[in-house]
């Protein structure tokens, strides 16, 4: 796929704005024309661009694939962009293709292949024997969790984190057992039944992250909903501000940050409400 320098050139500002324009529900068009591009164009910077653009989407197989293939490409900048979006993606599918390329001759490609390597050991570790049926001694609530709400325009590896947040402090709480994702209604009920559990849904939502002079500020809000009914029961806030801190790790921080506020609170909102 020969391109000109201006032909190079466009495509470049075409892919840095591919994922900002596309929705979320439109984008596999995006996907299938970025797979081919990263496959097949004989220009390393406009492979490396697609990689980069692949990790802004949804993960599904054919991205995570994709990328994972490209950790063989000719190019470290493009070798080293495919490992930064297979962990921005967090998708612990990822990991074998990644253990292979730890070696790479290049150091920036084994920075970044090592540094996602550890992200997606801590996504697959967290995911790691998730209960269907099975409760902790004394567990006295059953809660599923949903994809956090997204008001503040934040990508998705950044909603995908504070996902991750929410369950981690949710599997820290006397009493609490964690429902898996994508759990039918049906199997939610029997284990309901069969435990004696109250159900609870916890459906979040960041509701702003915004930078000052003194930092950055994230506002979140939890709503706890029944389970599987998702009657609202009660709603819960958390803000917090990280001083002097810019740019994307410093919004995770201050997402966090919100989430611990808000969720401290839970315990007491899930006993109250079941009497």
């Known amino acids: 796929m020969a391109l000109g320098r201006f032909g190079v050139a466009c495509v470049l500002v ?16 995006r996907a299938a024309y970025l797979t081919r591009l990263l496959a097949t164009s004989d220009t390393f910077r406009v492979r490396a661009q697609a990689a980069v653009s692949l990790g802004r989407l949804e993960p599904d197989e054919a991205i995570v694939s994709a990328l994972a293939a ?16 297979l962990e921005r993606l967090a998708d612990p599918a990822a990991l074998p293709a990644l253990r292979r390329a730890r070696r790479d001759r290049d150091r920036s490609v084994r920075r970044a292949v090592n540094s996602a390597i550890r992200a997606l050991e801590r996504v697959a570790r967290s995911r790691r ?7 902790g001694q004394g567990a006295e609530f059953y809660v599923g969790i949903g994809m ?14 504070a996902r991750a947040f929410i369950e981690g402090r949710l599997r820290e709480m006397d009493g609490v057992q964690v429902a898996p994702e994508r759990e039918s209604v049906a199997q939610a009920r029997r284990v309901l039944q069969r435990q004696r559990l109250t159900g ?35 709603i819960l806030q958390g803000a917090a501000t990280v001083p ?10 201050a997402i966090e940050g919100a989430l611990r506020g808000a969720l401290r609170r839970l315990p007491q909102a899930m006993e109250a409400s079941r009497r």
Do not use: F
């Not at 956090?148 to 984190?161: E, F, K, M, Y």
């Open 148 to 161: 956090p709400g997204n008001q503040a325009g934040v990508d998705s590896a950044t909603l995908r984190r």
């Open 70 to 85: 490209a950790l063989g490409d000719p190019h470290p900048a493009v070798r080293t962009a495919a490992a930064s979006s």
């Open 244 to 253: 002097g801190g810019r740019g994307p790790a410093a919004a995770r921080q």
């Open 129 to 135: 024997d998730r209960p269907e049926s099975r409760g």
């Open 14 to 29: 075409l892919l840095a704005w591919t994922c900002v324009l596309a929705p979320a529900r439109a984008q596999r068009g």
């Open 200 to 234: 609870y849904y916890i459906d979040a939502s960041i509701v702003s992250v915004e930078e000052s002079g003194g930092g950055t500020r994230a506002v979140v809000s939890v709503i706890l909903n029944t389970y599987p009914g998702r009657d609202m029961r009660a």
